[in-house]
């Protein structure tokens, strides 16, 4: 009876944890939307920009890396810390 007992509750954990996990991954994925995050201009890779730059319409219209009009979505705080990266957008060029 041992043996049936361990694997009746091994099993019934087993089926718990893998019931919750959608939950604890939204929960993760909603507190990373709570996070502050900043617009990071220069430094986003060719298609991987967010939004925002004179040749194109939005997300993953860059062209070329480090457009300095097309931004990236960083946590609040980090785009200081790059080399090359800037809280503006770049003047536009006449």
Do not use: H
Not at 61 to 78: N, R
């Amino acid at each position: 009876m041992t043996i049936k007992r361990n694997f009746t509750i091994a099993t019934s954990a087993a089926i718990i944890a893998i019931a919750a996990s959608p939950f604890v991954t939204k929960a993760n994925a909603e507190e990373a939307k709570k996070q502050e995050k900043e617009k990071c201009y220069g430094i986003a890779k060719s298609g991987k920009n967010d939004c925002g730059w004179s040749g194109g319409s939005c997300a993953g219209s860059a062209t070329e890396d480090g457009l300095a009009d097309s931004w990236i979505f960083l946590p609040k705080g980090t785009c200081d810390k790059i080399v090359g990266a800037s809280l503006e957008a770049a003047p536009a060029a006449e």
